[in-house]
């Protein structure tokens, strides 16, 4: 990654409003004359379809159903719980009596302490 794909991806993350390493794959394929990239990220597919890249979805609507499931039932919720979860039982196995205080201080994983 040089100068210009750094710029013009910074360019295209804050036009396309989506993350920088979602900003380099696209002007990486665009500058490598890629035109189509598989992904099931429903932001990054928005985007390439912005700037005419074609997606190809791996994962079909049934697949989708089975991880939606599975996470629901194996994994905390999506987004501060889930990160607050991982912590959580980080600290547990290398020092509990930090991670009684985290889980305290934290409602449980619901918010930040």
């Not at 890629?34 to 429903?42: E, G, Y």
Request: hydrophobic share 40%; aromatic share 4%.
């Amino acid at each position: 990654m040089d100068l210009s794909i750094t710029l013009a991806s910074m360019q295209i993350a804050d036009t396309l409003e989506i993350d920088m390493t979602d900003a380099v794959l696209l002007q990486a394929a665009r500058t490598r004359s890629v035109n189509t990239l598989a992904t099931d990220d429903r932001k990054l597919v928005q985007a390439c379809h912005q700037v005419d890249i074609t997606v190809e979805n791996p994962i079909d609507i049934q697949m989708r159903r089975q991880m939606a499931s599975w996470e629901s039932k194996n994994l905390p919720q999506k987004g501060l719980p889930r990160i607050l979860s991982r912590i959580h039982q980080w600290l547990e196995q290398n020092h509990q009596q930090a991670a009684e205080d985290f889980w305290c201080q934290t409602g449980g994983g619901s918010h930040l302490p």
